[in-house]
Each structure stands twice: as C-alpha cells, then as structure tokens.
C-alpha cells in the first residue's frame, strides 16, 4: 500500500510538473559534435539542460562515453543514438545514467533507488508491445527506473494506448516505466 502510494505521488508530481510545449522532432540525425550537443539538448526542460553534462555515445557496447560538454549539475543529456533511424535524445539523472549505461553493456545493473529520464523529443516502437510491425511513436515523455522489479510487474504493457507502460531495452530484460506527457499529434 505505501510503495503504490508512493509511486502515485511519484507519477503525479511528475507529470505536474512537466512543461507542454515540446520541440518537434527530426529523423536527420546529428553528425557533428556541435549538432549532437544541440540535439542533446532539446531532450528535456531547460532548467535541466542549460547545466547539463553532455555525452556521446560510445563506438562500441561497453565503451566509453565520450565528453562533449561539461556541465555543471547532476544530469546528462545524449544525443540521437547512432544506427538508430530516429531521432531519440534523452536527459538522464545519475541513476538512471548508470542504469541505461550498464544495460546496454550488457552488465546487471545494480542501482540502490529511483532513477528518473527525459525524452521530450519522444521514442519510436514496434508493434503493440514491442514485437516486430507496425512502427509508432510514443510522444514526449519521462521514464522511471527502480531497484525494485516487482513493483513494476503490474503495470501496463501496451505503448499504443497513450497510458503509463513498462518496456524494457533491447535484449534485456529489466524493466522501466514510460509515463507520456503528451500525445505526439496534439
């Protein structure tokens, strides 16, 4: 009963909190440093962004992630990522940084409490629940990460119907909510 409670204080909070305007997005992808600092960017609020450390993507699973920008409080922007077909910057807090970071190295990841993640240019997915078909977007959003996997068990699983859902990365198999702030059309 608490912890539900606290995550609905945690969902509630947060899409208060969110801003309704939100850049559009492009599918030409950044190549220069200088286009993927700006791209980064355009991932979140700007009271997060203008401090904000940014990254490039590392040329191969488990490197390092390249400085492109240092900033000066705890979050970190991204830029599209490279061999994808769409444009998906994010801004990450420390902890979901790690978590996202160890995933998609392939390691366990190991976090101690909620890591939280902005996507305000949105994301695209494949079929209903993440298989192969049709391709949608998910507009502009944020995403929690927890240490706890049961807690988010329960939640929704479909990403087409507009509503909090949990997804997982590729290839892996922890999970994260996704709460959209907007549809992508409106």
Request: proline share 8%; hydrophobic share 40%.
């Given at each position: 009963m608490i912890r539900t409670y606290v995550w609905m204080k945690l969902l509630t909070s947060v899409l208060l909190t969110?801003?309704?305007?939100?850049?559009?997005?492009?599918?030409?992808l950044p190549v220069t440093d200088a286009e993927k600092?700006?791209?980064?960017l355009r991932a979140g609020p700007a009271f997060i962004t203008k401090d904000a450390t940014v990254f490039d993507w590392p040329s191969e699973p488990g490197g390092e992630?390249?400085?492109l920008r240092r900033g000066s409080n705890e979050w970190t922007?991204?830029?599209?990522i490279p061999g994808y077909p769409h444009d998906e910057p994010g801004c990450f807090d420390p902890i979901f940084l790690?978590?996202?970071?160890d995933s998609l190295a392939g390691r366990t990841p190991h976090i101690d409490r909620i890591g939280i993640s902005y996507m305000y240019l949105g994301a695209w997915k494949s079929g209903k629940d993440g298989s192969s078909g049709h391709e949608f977007h998910v507009g502009p959003h944020l995403m929690v990460v927890g240490p706890n996997q049961d807690e988010l068990q329960g939640f929704n699983r479909d990403a087409?119907?507009?509503?909090?859902?949990?997804?997982h990365l590729p290839n892996?198999?922890?999970l994260f909510l996704v709460m959209p702030v907007r549809q992508w059309n409106e």
């Open positions: 969110a801003v309704t305007a939100f850049p559009q997005s492009s599918d030409r600092i700006a791209d980064a992630y390249r400085l922007c991204l830029p599209a790690r978590w996202i970071q087409t119907n507009g509503m909090p859902y949990v997804t892996r198999t922890e």
